[in-house]
């Protein structure tokens, strides 16, 4: 897929690579994703602490994944 075409989290969490193909870790990323775009919404209310709020969830991502993949 385009990345061009991916949203914001979807770009973040890599949403379109999986290559174990794991259902969770598909789940895992694409919840985070929505999660991202949501807070990437109101990003003109207080664009620190967006940012910092989409790096926290970015690395919960990573860390869930890793998690699942044990």
């Given amino acids: ?6 949203t914001k989290g979807e ?7 999986n290559p174990s193909q794991d259902s969770t870790v598909d789940q895992i990323k694409q919840k985070t994703a929505e ?3 949501l807070v990437e919404s109101v990003r003109e209310k207080d ?16 860390f869930a994944v890793k998690a699942a993949t044990a």
């Fill in 35 to 37: 999660l991202i775009n």
């Fill in 47 to 62: 664009p620190r602490l967006t940012s910092l709020a989409l790096t926290h969830y970015e690395t919960a991502a990573m």
């Fill in 11 to 17: 770009q973040m969490v890599r949403t379109t690579f």
């Fill in 1 to 6: 897929m385009d990345n061009n075409k991916l």
